[in-house]
């Protein structure tokens, strides 16, 4: 359990030729560097869309909901945490160093590929959903300070694609930092942000609740024009919520940075449990006081609805942290796929000069910089491919709720609970293998229910653009 291994580092310096002993990796990381890895993450676009959520659940559905979700998060936390290291959990001389590295240790090379499709999309598909988020949230400062300036009746129609074009630019230049290693500080600064947000966000609907007078909703949430609608809603609701919780996919990356002793599982565990307690603390606080504040009109993105609110600068710094935040968020959902792209690229070609040549050149006042010709370019195209899809399919909830859906059971129930029974070896049909069992099925079942109302509400959407 030493701070270093002779395993090979994800960086593509250290992966040029591949199985070569290299440099050992040293981890610095510690409980708090991993909280703030987590919270980073885990507040980001998911908890503008939860006060729409409880809207369509309800208050009593609604918050249930919100918990029992966080109840999923800890569990599915907990048993990755113990596949960290084989054979043995604390022990183990073998490290799985990504989500997809243990699913190949304990289930085998053909349940790595099918994860592989799961984690790479849902990694992929949060750079979309950042990078919509963030446009929103700039179109509301835009919005709230013309409202301020020449009143409510002013005109403020302002698109979204410029805004998203300029946050791609952005994401392509910190995408050439090496490696989650490097991104301690980014984390820091986006967890601040997410803080920041959040409180400020449950601070301006609790004062909209004052200013009513009143607490608005109603048990069963927004009324729809039929049952089957209301349904959809419901369904979609479920999935937004699916996608704010769970953050299985980065936990081993996260716990990859930590030192030990302790041991990486425990200190894991003991941040991830901070970590989750805080988020669903903002989680309700932002969704029950949002809906408690605007009701049947409560926004799809929470800080949206408090564009013409004042004091501006308020709503404008809300909006300004959202984005601070969603910069650093796609850098840390972005590094596993890049590291995945760069391993397996470096293992196919060797020797080619494209994947292990480096660029040195001098900005004025600031260090020398290095270069990858691979990195720069593969990096740059993946961030333009978000970029594209996010300026074709701007519908928020909408593609909140299909990525949560889609992505739940498999990465945050099957995938865990099938490598914790190879991990501790539990006995089919013993009563801990049919309650883990039972988790992993009430899982799919949302799953399945999420990802029908979603794609219905998003294929609507888009049909519905088309036609005006």
């Not at 981890?27 to 993450?41: C, D, E, F, M, N």
């Not at 113990?82 to 799985?96: F, L, Q, S």
């Not at 691979?374 to 074709?392: C, E, G, I």
């Not at 949560?404 to 539990?426: C, D, R, S, T």
Request: with cysteine; net charge neutral.
């Amino acid at each position: 359990m030493g701070e270093e291994d002779d395993q090979q580092s994800p960086l593509l310096k250290s992966i040029s030729s591949a199985g070569a002993s290299q440099e050992p990796l040293k981890r610095t990381g510690t409980q708090w560097t991993a909280l703030a890895h987590l919270i980073a993450a885990v507040i980001g676009a998911g908890v503008l869309s939860l006060a729409w959520s409880v809207a369509q659940l309800g208050w009593i559905l609604g918050p249930v909901c919100m918990m029992c979700f966080a109840g999923i998060a800890v569990v599915s936390t907990f048993l990755l945490c113990d596949c960290y290291r084989y054979p043995d959990p604390e022990y183990g001389t073998t490290r799985n160093r990504s989500f997809m590295e243990a699913v190949k240790l304990y289930l085998g090379e053909k349940q790595q590929r099918i994860c592989g499709v799961f984690t790479q999309e849902v990694l992929y598909g949060t750079g979309i959903a950042y990078t919509i988020t963030a446009a929103a949230s700039v179109r509301t400062i835009l919005r709230s300070n013309c409202y301020h300036r020449g009143g409510y009746n002013a005109p403020s129609q302002y698109g979204d694609s410029f805004h998203m074009l300029l946050f791609g630019v952005v994401e392509i230049l910190l995408s050439q930092i090496p490696d989650f290693h490097s991104i301690g500080w980014l984390s820091v600064i986006a967890a601040a942000m997410s803080f920041s947000y959040a409180f400020i966000g449950s601070g301006l609907s609790f004062l909209k609740v004052i200013e009513n007078g009143t607490i608005m909703g109603t048990i069963m949430g927004v009324p729809a024009r039929s049952n089957l609608e209301k349904l959809w809603l419901a369904f979609e609701a479920l999935a937004d919520i699916a996608f704010a919780c769970p953050y299985t996919i980065i936990v081993l990356e996260i716990q990859d940075t930590l030192k030990s002793p302790p041991s990486e599982n425990q200190t894991m565990k003991t941040a991830s449990l901070k970590a989750i307690v805080i988020t669903t603390f903002f989680y309700l606080c932002c969704g029950c006081f949002g809906y408690a504040a605007f009701g049947d009109s409560t926004p799809g993105n929470l800080l949206t609805g408090f564009e013409s609110f004042e004091p501006y600068w308020l709503v404008d710094l809300a909006n300004a942290c959202i984005v601070l935040h969603l910069v650093g968020a796609y850098q840390i959902f972005s590094q596993p796929v890049f590291a995945t792209a760069e391993r397996w690229f470096a293992f196919r070609f060797p020797d080619s000069g494209f994947l292990n040549n480096y660029i040195s050149f001098k900005i004025p006042l600031f260090r020398t910089f290095q270069l990858n010709p691979f990195r720069v370019v593969f990096r740059t195209t993946y961030v333009v491919s978000t970029t594209t899809l996010a300026m074709s399919f701007p519908y928020f909830n909408s593609v909140l709720g299909v990525l949560g859906a889609l992505n739940f059971w498999p990465l945050a129930a099957y995938f865990p609970v099938e490598m914790y029974l190879k991990q501790k070896k539990i006995r089919a049909w013993s009563r801990e293998w049919i309650c883990y069992r039972t988790y992993s099925c009430l899982c799919l079942l949302v799953t399945l229910v999420g990802l029908i109302g979603s794609l219905e509400e998003l294929v609507g959407a888009r049909l519905d653009e088309k036609i005006m």
